[in-house]
């Protein structure tokens, strides 16, 4: 299309953004959101030409629907051009693209992290100039490679610009996006300049109805007046969306060509290659002979194609569409069978043989399921599950139909698509069911208010399992089992027995991710499963969903520090993967962990993100959970909880809590109090008593005494925390009621009810992990009688090295106090000023009150607000060893400015030389 290289009528301010990022602004990234034929891809055209014009490198990428479930299909268009140099990449990312490119014949699913690394590698390595990739239609491309474009537009440096087209339905990218130019129709100005160039010859009768016609659609104003006549003559009716019309009016084009072209745009349409070769294959094959130049030279001066670096490339997707509805099916299906016996890639030579089959092919249909699961092991998830449904349908007996209908249900709830979930079992539950389907269809329902009858129901479904040696299915059974029972702090000693017992004669290895679910929910403080656990944090990653498995059995043995590592490292690998409903779960585990842990920002990043997941996946629970973290870490900051409240907005320290209630949301809120965690907490205590649900009541209990805290209110924290240890309430559960001691201790001391705690139960028996440990620590110190509250402390602070700034913080500042009262004022300097840092620095006020004012009692200088948030990056780095050049380039500030904060950042602390830098921030525990 020529209209597409000169300047764009209406679009001047379009192209200048689409320059300015081609030149380097806005991290050079712009993402084009419009429907079809609004313009994108002549934006994308206009940033090739503006490329090519500066001398920069172009490589480019279009998605095709055809080729939406052919994993990888447009990375490997993207990185086509530069494939001869995949040997200079290191050995590990090279095999993952290798592999995932189908270059190799290994059939090991590739590293998703690798892959990104390595196409991130091979696209940057040495550029001798910048690089501008093109992604048209990014809507269409397959989801493994749209994940690793993603992992490039977040991660390349400005040496690499981007400019991405997509539609509006594609919500995903509009959030990757910084800079995005959403197009809008053109003005009718500017569409009457734009139907005078391309149809100069029209009259003003013709004009108004082609304008009405278009719609301010740049495509149609071109393409229609051609094709209005012909469609009018064969009484096509134009009272039809755009996107329809302009279909037509390419078809139109199609009925004067030659029979063997319309084939060869027909075989270009259907295959997943662009590459000219292929598609000339494949054609041949279908022809019975090498075609000669004419098809092809016929096809290009239609307008319909283009030749352009030995690819064939449509002037637009819809005219790829029209060519396919043109042609009919028949001829369609023989395209697809001659590109199935001429493609190199196996995964679309079985798509393609199922789509040319229009009846029963079990052979066909078994081929695409064996397909789809190696397509599942390469994170494929989408493209896994449209092979199981087109399998499902081409099946030659009810029961292998019922198989892939569950299991594409199965990876629909991986996907967290609650509908399609229903759908599919629906489907599935039309046909007799055999034993193993019936078991999987139960685990995906929701557990019924019966929790006894729930676990019997699951026993003996896993009894039968492994009775027709199906241990596999026994475990996920068994899992869900052990689940139901912790969530549910099911009391029934035997039932909790039987499980264990029959998980015993499970034939698996000892450290499968469903065992150790199994023993962390039903044997607390178990030994072996602490060990995998600690095992699996280091541990080469080879499945981020064996990571997600493993993360909350670290959560329900207590053991935070590792819960919050494998859920953090699994959360990169799950979003490559599209994997949203195990991501929510993952996501709302690393955030309890982190709220435990008390890494508040970690905990608000990973609690609003696990609530828009949870929440679009239908995931209640999650969501709740999620919410409570996020409110517990406002509180903890003395900040609202809601994330549209003011900023100006204080929680105010003066309202109580009833017995059943831990924060009523009618409380007073004359004096500023955000009362939306009143309102979070009822919630969720709502939906956990209608669901029998005790680990969230729990978790709501422990929110609210985090915010009872950050509000200074002891008294009221206390009644809470004291509550979850009395049996027979309603949010005492046995397997975390040693949860947040240290937390339960302060609480007390505050309250000046010290004397009515278990001091002896800190010291029960048992194996702790390491966070669980530090608890215990602090609470011993801070409830030690006199004569042992020094060897206690000591041992809290030897036991608080390397533990998250804000357990270093807290125990810090209950050893400063305990000093000062003991006159060692020294020595209670020495521990309270980087108490305060870093409880300044967390955002925790009210703790960071105490202290400045334990400070001023002894004398000392409060560090409030003696480093910035800037100067204390700054002096990091500063500390580290890099040098003011080296701080700017990572900073993006200049040298000079870098001089002048570490000018100020030396005067504050009183040091004279990086050395004393660095000995000052380390004992402030700031390094």
Do not use: C
């Amino acid at each position: 299309m020529q209209h597409i290289t000169q300047d764009l009528i209406g679009r001047a301010p379009e192209q200048a953004r689409v320059t300015a990022a081609v030149s380097g602004a806005n991290r050079g990234r712009v993402l084009l959101v419009g429907p079809a034929g609004i313009g994108k891809t002549a934006l994308v055209e206009h940033a090739a030409s503006a490329a090519l014009a500066r001398g920069l490198r172009v490589l480019r990428a279009t998605g095709v629907e055809a080729e939406r479930y052919v994993p990888f299909a447009a990375l490997h268009q993207l990185l086509l051009p530069l494939l001869a140099r995949l040997g200079d990449l290191p050995d590990v990312p090279r095999a993952a693209l290798t592999r995932a490119l189908a270059l190799s014949a290994s059939a090991d699913a590739p590293d998703p992290l690798q892959v990104g690394l390595g196409a991130l590698a091979l696209l940057t390595r040495a550029p001798a100039r910048a690089t501008v990739l093109l992604l048209d239609d990014v809507h269409w491309m397959d989801d493994a490679s749209r994940a690793v474009a993603r992992f490039v537009w977040r991660r390349a440096g400005g040496t690499l610009r981007i400019v991405a087209a997509t539609r509006p339905e594609d919500p995903g990218w509009s959030l990757e996006a910084r800079e995005t130019i959403a197009l809008a129709p053109l003005a009718e100005a500017d569409a009457r300049s734009l139907l005078a160039r391309s149809a100069p010859e029209l009259g003003p009768e013709r004009v108004r109805h082609l304008l009405v016609l278009a719609a301010g659609n740049p495509l149609a104003l071109a393409e229609l007046p051609g094709a209005l006549q012909p469609l009018e003559d064969a009484g096509e009716h134009l009272d039809l969306p755009v996107q329809t019309r302009l279909e037509r009016a390419f078809a139109v084009r199609l009925n004067p060509l030659d029979a063997d072209t319309r084939i060869l745009l027909t075989t270009a349409a259907v295959h997943e290659s662009p590459l000219l070769t292929d598609v000339l294959a494949a054609h041949g094959l279908l022809a019975g002979r090498s075609p000669g130049p004419d098809p092809l030279r016929e096809a290009i001066d239609s307008g319909l194609v283009d030749v352009r670096v030995s690819r064939l490339v449509f002037h637009h997707p819809l005219v790829r569409s029209a060519v396919v509805r043109a042609a009919g099916p028949e001829l369609v299906a023989q395209v697809h069978r001659a590109v199935a016996a001429t493609t190199q890639d196996p995964f679309a030579a079985v798509w393609h043989r199922a789509h040319a089959s229009s009846a029963p092919a079990e052979d066909v249909a078994a081929a695409l399921e064996r397909a789809a699961e190696r397509t599942r092991a390469r994170g494929a998830l989408r493209p896994a599950r449209s092979a199981l449904l087109r399998a499902a349908s081409l099946s030659g007996d009810d029961r292998s139909r019922v198989r892939r209908l569950v299991r594409a249900a199965e990876i629909a709830a991986e996907l967290g698509e609650p509908d399609a979930v229903e759908r599919l079992a629906a489907q599935a539950r039309g046909y007799h069911l055999d034993e193993e389907a019936q078991a999987r269809l139960t685990l995906l329902e929701n557990p019924g208010d019966d929790v006894v009858l729930t676990l019997k129901r699951l026993l003996a479904r896993a009894g039968t399992a492994m009775a027709n040696d199906g241990d596999d299915l026994a475990a996920d059974l068994l899992s869900r089992a052990a689940r139901t029972a912790f969530r549910t702090a099911l009391a029934d000693a035997e039932l909790a027995g039987t499980v264990l017992a029959v998980a015993g004669r499970l034939r698996l290895p000892a450290g499968d991710p469903r065992l150790l679910t199994i023993r962390a929910a039903l044997v607390p403080g178990d030994r072996e499963v602490l060990a995998h656990v600690s095992r699996a944090v280091t541990a080469a990653v080879v499945d981020p969903g064996a990571d997600a498995a493993v993360a909350p059995v670290a959560l329900v043995t207590g053991d935070w520090d590792s819960a919050f590592a494998l859920a953090g490292r699994a959360d990169e690998g799950l979003r490559r993967q599209g994997r949203d409903g195990l991501r929510a779960g993952t996501l709302a585990v690393r955030a309890s962990a982190a709220v435990l842990l008390g890494r508040w920002d970690e905990a608000l990043d990973a609690a609003v993100r696990a609530e828009e997941l949870a929440g679009a996946t239908g995931q209640a629970r999650r969501r709740h959970g999620a919410a409570l973290s996020r409110a517990a870490v406002a509180g903890v900051r003395g900040l609202p909880v809601g994330r549209s409240t003011s900023a100006g907005q204080e929680t105010s320290a003066g309202q109580g809590i009833s017995a059943d209630r831990s924060i009523s949301a009618d409380q007073d809120t004359s004096a500023g109090r955000d009362t939306s965690a009143g309102r979070e907490i009822e919630a969720a205590e709502e939906f956990a008593a209608r669901t029998g649900d005790v680990v969230l009541l729990d978790h709501a209990r422990l929110a609210s005494a985090l915010i009872h805290l950050g509000a200074d209110r002891h008294q009221e924290a206390y009644e809470v925390l004291s509550a979850r240890l009395r049996p027979g309430t309603p949010a005492f559960h046995p397997g975390r009621r040693r949860w947040a001691v240290d937390l339960l201790a302060e609480a007390a001391v505050g309250a000046g009810r010290t004397g009515e705690l278990p001091v002896d139960d800190l010291d029960a028996p048992g194996p702790r992990p390491p966070a669980q440990e530090r608890a215990r620590q602090l609470a011993r110190a801070l409830l030690a009688a006199p004569e042992d509250a020094e060897t206690a402390f000591t041992e809290a602070t030897l036991g608080a090295r390397g533990a998250p700034g804000w357990h270093r913080a807290r125990v810090g500042l209950y050893h400063g106090m305990w000093l000062r009262r003991h006159r060692r004022l020294a020595e209670a300097r020495a521990v309270l000023e980087p108490s305060v840092l870093l409880l300044e620095q967390l955002g925790a006020r009210t703790w960071a009150e105490r202290a400045r004012q334990e400070a001023a009692a002894i004398g000392q200088r409060s560090a409030s607000g003696s480093l910035t948030v800037q100067e204390l990056r700054i002096a990091r780095l500063a500390a580290e060893g890099l040098t003011n050049k080296e701080i700017g380039l990572r900073l993006f500030l200049t040298h000079r400015t870098v001089g002048s904060h570490l000018y100020r950042v030396f005067s504050k602390l009183d040091v004279r030389t990086r050395g004393q830098l660095h000995r000052a921030l380390e004992q402030a525990g700031l390094l």
